[in-house]
């Protein structure tokens, strides 16, 4: 099974400032022959359901803000904040589709410095 | 608009058999585009993927629960059900159903992330 790891467990920053999430896969999630990282990152408030925001690691969902953009290639991915808003304090995840089982990280805690 | 409604008692005593059933609206399970699943949340154990099944019936469950886990839809009633059996306290959680698409490019999976998930239940385990 892939496992995945996120870091660090949480961070603080001040509004507006950038907010950068790092996630590890045990194994590649590139596929070759597609050329796809089965990478996607999700944000989840408090009593919520968690919320897709990227899939192949970098394409955002319809509706997701600019200000969130997802880099990465292979076992190392990145979801970044640019300019972090009162409304972005959540607990975000990735989670590798690459194959079965899926496997989501621990999460990452932002809060407001 | 998509949405999942998750049913089912939110207490459940251990050795027993614990049955959830999502309710699709707006969208219909027969779609050959879609998977349909279920991740449950639990503080000590994180969001963990249970399995999913397709419009064609086949299902999918992770090893972990495999034993444990069977999901089934009934088409008629636009719903999908879970049932996990012999539970444990373990097994307390929140219960998400979920919509996963069928991916045009596959990997050793063809199910995508999940995209519309329901609230959500919380199901407890206890005497």
């Known amino acids: 099974d892939i496992v995945m790891t996120q870091s660090p467990d949480s961070l603080a920053v001040s509004l507006g400032e950038r907010a950068t999430i790092n996630c590890k896969s045990s194994?590649?999630?590139?596929?070759?022959?597609?050329?796809?990282?089965?990478l996607a990152w999700y944000q989840q408030k408090p009593g919520q359901p968690p919320k897709l925001l990227f899939y192949?690691?970098?394409t955002r969902e319809s509706g997701v803000p600019d200000r969130f953009s997802g880099s990465g290639s292979g076992t190392d991915f990145t979801l970044t904040i640019s300019s972090l808003q009162a409304e972005d304090v959540a607990v975000y995840y990735c989670q590798q589709y690459y194959n079965n089982p899926p496997a989501f990280g621990p999460g990452t805690k932002v809060d407001i410095k | 608009q998509l949405q999942l409604q998750e049913s089912g008692p939110g207490l459940v005593k251990p050795s027993e058999t614990l049955s959830l059933t999502c309710t699709v609206s707006g969208g219909s399970i027969s779609s050959s585009d879609y998977y349909w699943g279920w991740i449950r949340q639990s503080p000590g154990k994180g969001l963990e993927w249970i399995g999913n099944?397709?419009?064609?019936?086949?299902?999918y469950y992770n090893p972990s629960l495999k034993s444990r886990v069977t999901i089934s839809a009934d088409t008629s009633k636009n719903q999908f059900s879970l049932k996990l059996s012999s539970v444990t306290a373990a097994d307390t959680a929140v219960f998400y159903c979920?919509?996963?698409?069928?991916?045009?490019?596959?990997?050793?999976?063809?199910?995508?992330?999940?995209?519309?998930w329901g609230q959500g239940t919380l199901v407890t385990v206890s005497s």
């Open positions: 099944i397709y419009y064609s019936g086949s299902t």
């Open positions: 194994q590649s999630v590139l596929y070759s022959s597609s050329n796809k990282n089965y």
């Open positions: 979920a919509r996963q698409q069928k991916l045009r490019y596959c990997s050793t999976s063809c199910v995508g992330p999940p995209d519309y």
């Open positions: 192949w690691a970098s």
